[in-house]
């Protein structure tokens, strides 16, 4: 090697060194960037999980209030049905000589007027935030309670009106005479009436026990 490739080597590695300290300085420079930006990205991620499990809690919060309002109803309304259906009942058990000496029927059918409480559960929902219920079995209890047994809950009510109301017309037909309960159409309606009333009691008792599971299954949320 002669002395000017000797020289240009040392010049090499002069510079170098002098590099050197400015490479460590970017690169540590670098990694608090990445860092700080990595942190950011945490805190804000966990302020956004923060912020949308707390809006979890308040929806589950209002949620209990509903369905403890629900299971109110739907125990007041299995009572009426109950009451209603053994008065059909015991219509049914007359005979010819006791419908005679009855006379005149009053009747005093109520109809179901009771609402599902979902205004809370529909306007969650519709947020697309129900996902954000963590407890993947309180949130599939939630919505089979609202989008099957309520719904079909919903529609055995529309029938026992429908078909009470259909009761009421057939007595009325006849000025109400209990003499109308020789009807065999009308004796099928009463006995379609109680059928419903059996299924619909059956509905509101596992309602009522899927409400209670769901509001036990919050605690501790």
């Known amino acids: 090697m002669n002395n000017t490739d000797s020289s240009s080597l040392d010049s090499s590695k002069q510079s170098f060194k002098k590099l050197?300290?400015?490479?460590?300085?970017?690169?540590?420079?670098?990694?608090?960037?990445?860092?700080?930006?990595?942190?950011s990205i945490w805190l804000?991620?966990?302020?956004?999980?923060?912020?949308?499990?707390?809006?979890?809690?308040?929806?589950?919060?209002?949620?209990?209030?509903?369905?403890?309002?629900?299971?109110?109803?739907?125990?007041?309304?299995?009572a009426k049905i109950e009451e209603s259906k053994?008065?059909?009942?015991?219509?049914?058990?007359?005979?010819?000589?006791?419908?005679?000496?009855?006379?005149?029927?009053?009747?005093?059918?109520?109809?179901?007027?009771?609402?599902?409480?979902?205004?809370?559960?529909?306007?969650?929902?519709?947020?697309?935030?129900i996902g954000n219920i963590e407890k993947r079995k309180l949130k599939n209890d939630i919505l089979s309670y609202y989008q099957e047994h309520m719904s079909v809950t919903t529609e055995m009510e529309k029938d026992i009106n429908s078909t009470k109301k259909d009761i009421i017309e057939l007595f009325g037909k006849n000025n109400f005479n209990a003499n109308s309960l020789s009807d065999p159409y009308l004796r099928t309606k009463m006995n379609l009436y109680i059928g419903i009333v059996n299924s619909l009691a059956k509905a509101y008792d596992d309602d009522i026990k899927l409400a209670k599971t769901i509001i036990n299954e919050m605690k501790g949320y």
Request: aromatic content about 8%; cysteine-free; proline content about 1%.
């Open 86 to 129: 053994n008065g059909i009942s015991s219509l049914l058990k007359l005979s010819k000589k006791q419908m005679e000496e009855v006379g005149y029927i009053d009747m005093k059918i109520q109809f179901n007027t009771r609402r599902n409480i979902e205004a809370n559960y529909e306007g969650f929902k519709s947020s697309g935030k």
């Open 20 to 39: 050197l300290p400015q490479l460590k300085r970017v690169t540590i420079e670098i990694i608090v960037i990445v860092f700080s930006v990595y942190v």
């Open 44 to 78: 804000t991620n966990r302020s956004q999980y923060n912020m949308e499990q707390e809006e979890a809690r308040a929806f589950l919060s209002d949620l209990k209030n509903d369905l403890e309002v629900d299971i109110h109803n739907m125990k007041d309304e299995k």
